[in-house]
């Protein structure tokens, strides 16, 4: 039984009135000329379009009998979209996809399965959705914030690399301390928000369960088990993303590449 008081036909006469917010907010922007309505109103409409049309799929996969098939093609496409995307945001590196889809799909695959193994995903597309969309949503943000920092790391201390190189040093120990700083720097948005769980704010799967009814104890140690495979799994695709990228940042001649 949802946690919610009032059906989802109700619901939508409630998220019209709330829709007052959002007005607030375009009137707002237009007054003080921030330059945001436009923006917010796309961003609105596709995202709401996207939910949309994702509720309506989840609803036939959550009552179809051999759920597992459209699963696996929701988890590919997981894969696939948040390759391309994270791609898109590894600045001007040439076929960064090569890069981000393999790292964000090994990443977000061996959490899911440690979950699957030890119980905490039970074998329900009520489970398995929305955590694999956690685990790979959260997996492409760290892989494009590793590559990011790896690109400004490359392009500052250029001077420091190439003397490294031309005293010896191959691209693997040229880079090592550059990875490492960009493997930190990707996850630190998730350490933080770690240190201040239940202080600060009661994350998404914690509210969520708390909503549905669920013992917020039991929604505690939920939220933990969610941070643990977040933090896993980035930490797992970012440390390939920046192995990986050795092969695009240098040439074979162990050069920097021209396109850095």
């Known amino acids: ?5 009032y059906t989802w036909d109700e619901g939508l006469i409630i998220l019209a009135m709330v829709m007052v917010l959002f007005f607030a ?3 707002i922007s237009v007054r003080k000329k921030i330059g945001i309505a436009k923006e917010y109103t796309l961003a609105l409409l596709r995202g709401g379009a996207q939910l949309f049309v994702a509720a309506t799929i989840l609803y036939f996969v959550f009552e179809f009998e051999y759920w597992y ?3 696996w093609l929701i988890i590919g496409a997981m894969a696939v979209m948040g390759g391309y995307t994270s791609a898109k945001r590894a600045g001007k590196m040439p076929k960064a996809y090569r890069i981000t889809t393999p790292s964000i799909l090994v990443g977000a695959t061996v959490v899911l399965v440690v979950l699957a193994l030890t119980g905490a995903m039970p074998a329900k597309p009520q489970f398995v959705i929305p955590l694999a ?10 892989c494009s914030l590793a590559l990011n920092r790896l690109i400004r790391e490359f392009e500052t201390n250029r001077p420091a690399l ?27 948005p998730n350490l933080d928000s770690l240190k201040t769980l239940g202080i600060i704010f009661i994350p998404g799967a914690m509210a ?6 669920t013992d917020p104890i039991l929604a505690a140690e939920y939220q933990i088990i969610v941070y643990l495979m977040i933090v896993g799994g980035g930490i797992i695709t970012s440390i390939m993303a920046v192995t990986l990228a050795r092969r695009m940042v240098f040439t074979d001649a162990h050069q920097i590449a021209e396109w850095v």
């Open 133 to 142: 969309g956690m685990a790979f949503g959260n997996a492409m943000t760290i």
């Open 208 to 213: 969520g369960l708390l909503i549905a009814g």
């Open 25 to 27: 907010v375009i009137i």
């Open 1 to 5: 039984m949802s946690g919610i008081p």
């Open 162 to 188: 190439e003397t490294m190189l031309s005293l010896g040093a191959d691209s693997k120990e040229a880079m090592k301390e550059y990875s490492r700083m960009s493997v930190k720097a990707a996850l630190i």
């Open 69 to 71: 098939y459209p699963v």
